[in-house]
C-alpha cells in the first residue's frame, strides 16, 4: 500500500520538477539599432525586367549565364524560388482589382529583424548584424540544415549535390558592399525602375507608408514586413492585398519568441537542471535510507 | 544485486537465420551509408530545399533517442527510487540506450552536410544558447559519455583479473588490467553520480527535441506544433522506455530460449497505463484548450495520423495493461508494449515530418532507396552489435541456479510456443 504511494511520489516528483524547468520566461528582445538598413520593394513599379537577377548572379558568381538569358519572360510560368544559384529571383503574379496587367515581384532573403534561422543554428554561422544583414559562415556550419527548417519564408537553400563542403545558400543583403563598401546592394544598384529604394528602415517605413497616402488607389494598404515575424529589413508594397502574391501570411508571431523562452528557462543559470540533479540525490538517499529500514525490520 | 540472478554472457551461435538476414540488411545498409560521403546528400536522398530533414532525422535521430529512453527510467526506478527487483533489467536497459545513442550520432553524422564539423557545437566561441538543436547536442554527446561511464563498471567484471590477450598484444595485457583495476577504484566507486546526471540529461534533451520544430510556427501543423511540445515529448519519452525494455527483454529471452521475466516485466508494466494516461491527459487538455478539436476529426492525413497515433500508440496498449490478465502474459505484454514503440515512433516522425508543411510545395517528400536501406541498415547492425555484447559481457540476468548450466550449455531450452 505504502509502496505504491511512494512509487507514485516519486513519479510526481520528476514530472513536476520538469514542469518547472520547462516554464517559459520572456527573453528580451535585442537592442534595435535605429540606423539598421533595409530595403523597400514596390511591387506597384516592378516591371519584372530582371536585371537584379542577373546583377546578383554576377555580383556573387552564381553562374556564368549571359545577361540575354536573363531577358526570357517565360520563366514567369514556372514558379521558381531562391535557389543556391539564384539568391533572388522575380515572378509574376496577378492582382484580381486588375486582371489585364500582371504583376513582378522580387523575393529574397527577407533579413528579419528576429531571424529564426539565426536563433536555430546550432552553432552560430547565421548572424544578425546590425548593420541588418543577415550573413552566414561557411566555416562554422556543420550543415544540419535546421536553419532552413526554422525560416518562416522559405529562404534558405543548401548545396545537396556538393559532397565535401556544402554550404547555405541565400542573399547576403550585399554584405561585403553594403557595409564594408558603402556601395548600394547589386540589385538596388541596377533596377532601372526604382522598384528598389535602400535605406534606413525605419526612414523606408516612412517612405511606404506616404507612398500609399499619396497614391490612393495604387497600393493595398498595408507595408509587409513591418511587423511580419517581428518586423523584417526588406519590406514590400502591393497593388493588392499581399495574400494575392506569392509573399506568405506568416503573421506577427516571432518563431524564436516562442523556442527561446523555453531554452532560456531550461537553464536559467544552470539552476533548474542543477534542482533537478539535487532533487533526484535526495530521493536517491531517501528511498536507500527506507529500503535499509524495511530490511532491518524484516 | 538482487539475491536470486546473476548477470552473465548468452551462449548461443551468432548466426542464426534470423541473423544472417540481419547482416545481409546491415551490410546493405553499411555500404549506402559509406557510399553517401562520396556522393553527397543530393545524390542519395530525396531531401531538398522543400523537404531539409527526412527518414534519417525523424527515425534515425527523434525516434532514436525517444525510443532509448530505456536506459534513463530504470535507472530511475532501480537506482534512484530504489526498486532492486527491477536490477535484473537494468543492465539491458543500459545496454540499449548506449547502443541507442551511439547509433543516433552514427545516424546523425550522414545527415549532416559538415559532418566533420560534428564537435564544432562543443567551441565556447560557437556556443549558441538560444537553438534548441544546441541544447541537444550538447546534452546527447555529454550523456553519451556518461552511458559509456556507466557500462565501465560491467567491464571491470568481466576482465578484470582475466586479461589475457594473445600472441603479440600480450604484452598490453598488464596496462588493460591497470587501467581496469584504475576504473574500478574510480568510475565505479561513483556510479550513482552518474546515474543521477543521466536522468537529469535525459530530461532535458527529450524535452528539447520538442522544442525543435516549434520554431517554425506557420509550417507545422496545429495537432503537433504547441508550446507544450517539449513537454509531451518528455512524457512520451518517460512512457515509452518500459515498453521498450519490455520489447527487447522479451526478444531477447525467445533468442536465447531463456524462461522470459514475466514477473518483472509485469509489474514494471503496470506503471505504464499511468504514464500514457498522463501523457494522454495533456495531449487531450493541449488540444482542448487550443480549441482544435475540429483538426482531429477532419479525416485528412493529419487528423488520420493523429488518430492512429492516439488510438493504437496509447489508448489500447494502456487497456490491455491495465488488466491483469493480459498483463501477466507474455503476449500481453509484447503486443502493449510493440503498439507503444510504434506510437511514439510514429509521433516523432508525425512531429518532424508529416506535420511539416513548407509554404511552397511542387511534390511530396518520400524518402529514396537509399535513405531507407540506411536506417533499415543501422537498425539490423544496432541488434548484431547488441547480441554480440550480450554475448560477450554479463548483461542478461539468470537464475543463479541455471547459470551454471547456461555456461556449460545444458540448460533446458525454452521454446516460443511454451512461454504462454
Ligand atoms: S528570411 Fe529566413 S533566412 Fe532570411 S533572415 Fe529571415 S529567417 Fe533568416
Ligand atoms: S545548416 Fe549550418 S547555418 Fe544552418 S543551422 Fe545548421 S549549422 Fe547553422
Ligand atoms: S531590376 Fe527592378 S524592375 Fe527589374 S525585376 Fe528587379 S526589382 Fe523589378
Not at chain 1, 529574397?108 to 529583424?113: A, I, K, P, T, V
Not at chain 2, 536470486?4 to 540481419?22: C, Q, S
Not at chain 2, 525543435?212 to 515509452?240: E, N, Q, R, Y
Request: glycine share 6%.
Amino acid at each position: 500500500m505504502s509502496l505504491k504511494r511512494r512509487d507514485f511520489l516519486g513519479i510526481a516528483a520528476l514530472s513536476s520538477a520538469t514542469l518547472v524547468t520547462g516554464k517559459a520566461t520572456a527573453s528580451e528582445a535585442p537592442a534595435h539599432n535605429p540606423d539598421a538598413l533595409g530595403v523597400l520593394v514596390d511591387t506597384a513599379v516592378c516591371s519584372g525586367c530582371r536585371k537584379c537577377e542577373w546583377a546578383c548572379n554576377r555580383t556573387h558568381e552564381l553562374t556564368d549565364r549571359p545577361m540575354s538569358t536573363f531577358e526570357d519572360k517565360t520563366v514567369f510560368e514556372l514558379h521558381r524560388r531562391p535557389d543556391r544559384d539564384a539568391f533572388t529571383v522575380v515572378n509574376q503574379f496577378i492582382a484580381p482589382e486588375n486582371p489585364e496587367k500582371p504583376y513582378a515581384i522580387k523575393v529574397q532573403c527577407m533579413h528579419c529583424l528576429r531571424p529564426a534561422c539565426v536563433s536555430a543554428c546550432i552553432v552560430g554561422a547565421l548572424e544578425k548584424t546590425p548593420e541588418g544583414p543577415v550573413i552566414y559562415d561557411a566555416w562554422k556550419c556543420i550543415g544540419c540544415r535546421y536553419c532552413i527548417v526554422a525560416c518562416p519564408f522559405q529562404i534558405p537553400a543548401y548545396e545537396y549535390d556538393e559532397a565535401l563542403a556544402p554550404e547555405v545558400k541565400k542573399c547576403s543583403f550585399c554584405y561585403e558592399r553594403v557595409v564594408k563598401e558603402g556601395k548600394l546592394p547589386a540589385c538596388t544598384e541596377i533596377c532601372p525602375n526604382e522598384a528598389l529604394t535602400f535605406g534606413r528602415r525605419d526612414e523606408l517605413i516612412d517612405i511606404a507608408h506616404s507612398r500609399i497616402k499619396n497614391h490612393p488607389g495604387m497600393y493595398y494598404d498595408h507595408v509587409y514586413g513591418e511587423h511580419e515575424v517581428g518586423g523584417t529589413s526588406w519590406l514590400y508594397l502591393t497593388p493588392t492585398d499581399f495574400k494575392n502574391t506569392e509573399l506568405p501570411d506568416v503573421g506577427t508571431e516571432v518563431g524564436p519568441d516562442i523556442t527561446e523562452p523555453i531554452q532560456h528557462g531550461v537553464f536559467k543559470a544552470f539552476v533548474p537542471p542543477l534542482a533537478l540533479y539535487g532533487l533526484l540525490g535526495l530521493a536517491m538517499h531517501q528511498f536507500k535510507g527506507e529500503k535499509d529500514k524495511a530490511e532491518e525490520t524484516e | 544485486m538482487s539475491g536470486h540472478e546473476i548477470a552473465i554472457p548468452m551462449r548461443a551461435k551468432f548466426f542464426t537465420t534470423g541473423t544472417k538476414v540481419l547482416l545481409l540488411i546491415a551490410l546493405a545498409g553499411i555500404a549506402t551509408y559509406v557510399y553517401r560521403f562520396f556522393v553527397g546528400l543530393g545524390a542519395v536522398t530525396n531531401l531538398d530545399n522543400q523537404y531539409p530533414w527526412g527518414l534519417w532525422i525523424s527515425i534515425d535521430v527523434a525516434s532514436g533517442v525517444a525510443l532509448a529512453a530505456g536506459g534513463f527510467t530504470t535507472a530511475a526506478i532501480a537506482d534512484i527510487f530504489h526498486k532492486d527487483k527491477y536490477h535484473v533489467i537494468t543492465r539491458p536497459a543500459l545496454l540499449t540506450a548506449l547502443l541507442g545513442y551511439t547509433f543516433v550520432v552514427i545516424g546523425l553524422l550522414a545527415d549532416l552536410g559538415r559532418w566533420y564539423n560534428v564537435w564544432h557545437p562543443m567551441l565556447p566561441n560557437m556556443w549558441q544558447g538560444n537553438s534548441a538543436l544546441f541544447e541537444v547536442g550538447m546534452c546527447v554527446m555529454v550523456y553519451l559519455t556518461v552511458l559509456y561511464i556507466e557500462f565501465v563498471p560491467i567491464v571491470v567484471e568481466r576482465f578484470k583479473g582475466r586479461v589475457n590477450l594473445p600472441g603479440a598484444l600480450a604484452g598490453l595485457n598488464k596496462l588493460i588490467e591497470g587501467l581496469l583495476n584504475l576504473a574500478d577504484k574510480t568510475l565505479v566507486r561513483f556510479t550513482s553520480l552518474f546515474i543521477i546526471a543521466g536522468v537529469v540529461l535525459s530530461c532535458l534533451h527529450q524535452s528539447s527535441l520538442g522544442t525543435l520544430m516549434i520554431i517554425a510556427p506557420t509550417k507545422v501543423h496545429a495537432l503537433w506544433g504547441t508550446t507544450i511540445s517539449p513537454l509531451l515529448f518528455l512524457m512520451s519519452a518517460i512512457a515509452v522506455g518500459f515498453p521498450m525494455v519490455i520489447f527487447e527483454s522479451i526478444l531477447a529471452s525467445r533468442s536465447f530460449k531463456l524462461k522470459p521475466e514475466v514477473n518483472v516485466l509485469s509489474s514494471l508494466a503496470r506503471y505504464t497505463p499511468f504514464l500514457l494516461g498522463a501523457y494522454l491527459a495533456f495531449k487531450i487538455g493541449d488540444i482542448t484548450i487550443r480549441e482544435i478539436w475540429p483538426l482531429v476529426f477532419t479525416f485528412d492525413k493529419y487528423s488520420t495520423m493523429w488518430l492512429i497515433e492516439m488510438i493504437f500508440g496509447v489508448i489500447v496498449p494502456m487497456i490491455i495493461l491495465a488488466i491483469p490478465k493480459y498483463r501477466k502474459k507474455v503476449a500481453g505484454l509484447f503486443t502493449a508494449a510493440s503498439l507503444v514503440i510504434a506510437g511514439v515512433a510514429l509521433n516523432r516522425i508525425d512531429a518532424y515530418l508529416v506535420a511539416y508543411k513548407p509554404l511552397y510545395v511542387d511534390h511530396a517528400y518520400f524518402p529514396s532507396i537509399f535513405e531507407i536501406t540506411v536506417t533499415a541498415g543501422l537498425i539490423a547492425t544496432l541488434v548484431l552489435v547488441y547480441r554480440a555484447i550480450v554475448m560477450i559481457f554479463p548483461i542478461i540476468s539468470v537464475p543463479v541456479d541455471e547459470a551454471e548450466k547456461i555456461k556449460n550449455g545444458t540448460h533446458e531450452k525454452i521454446n516460443f510456443a511454451r512461454w504462454k
